[in-house]
């Protein structure tokens, strides 16, 4: 059975999580504390396992895979159905532009790493945090709700059937809404983000329903 590193509040282990559901992969559950001041993806072991120190990694037969997005492509070829992808080459690469401007754009900028660098070195106080969570993910959302403008109007991001996109928004969109995000500029995202959550693939793998969720 594949282990996955996680935690419940990780956007990037939550991906893994809605792409696992998706596959209907079984998967054991392996919590890594990474709240500040528990820092377990600093120990030895879990080093040994990931040197970049973070959540998500998986294991499997041939090794450890580290990257949520490196590992969302492994699951995509190893499990091929139902594939995270549009059948069309164009619309392929269309969703893998929506999902990198969420990975690779909006989420770095809003990681633990950076936040604690704006608190320790700069002296931002919560407020000033906020305002900065806040700014990154309006720029991103701002492009991608154009984007979704000039598209059909489907179930999910680019058809009847969550794929790619999907898996990245919605922990974005969670996010989005732990640092009180105002979603009204951005009907069709949030409209996406609501029916996705909806699924069962997506709830399973929802952070409030993870066995290491801090509840309350």
Known sequence: ????????????????RIGLNLKRVAYESVAINIAPGKDEQLNEVFRTKNPQMRVPALETEHGV???SLAILDWLEEAFPAPSFYPRDAWARAQARAFALTIAADIHPLNNLAPLAWLREKHGADEAAIGAWYRHWIALGFEALEARLRTMPETPFTFGDAPGIADICLVP?????????FDFAPFPRLAAIDARARAHP?????APENQKDAVRG
Do not use: G
């Open 1 to 16: 059975m594949l282990k996955l590193y996680d935690y419940w509040r990780s956007s990037a282990a939550y991906r893994v």
């Open 65 to 67: 895979l580290t990257q």
């Open 172 to 180: 974005q969109c969670a996010n989005a809404r732990r640092f009180q």
């Open 201 to 205: 693939a997506f709830a399973a793998a």
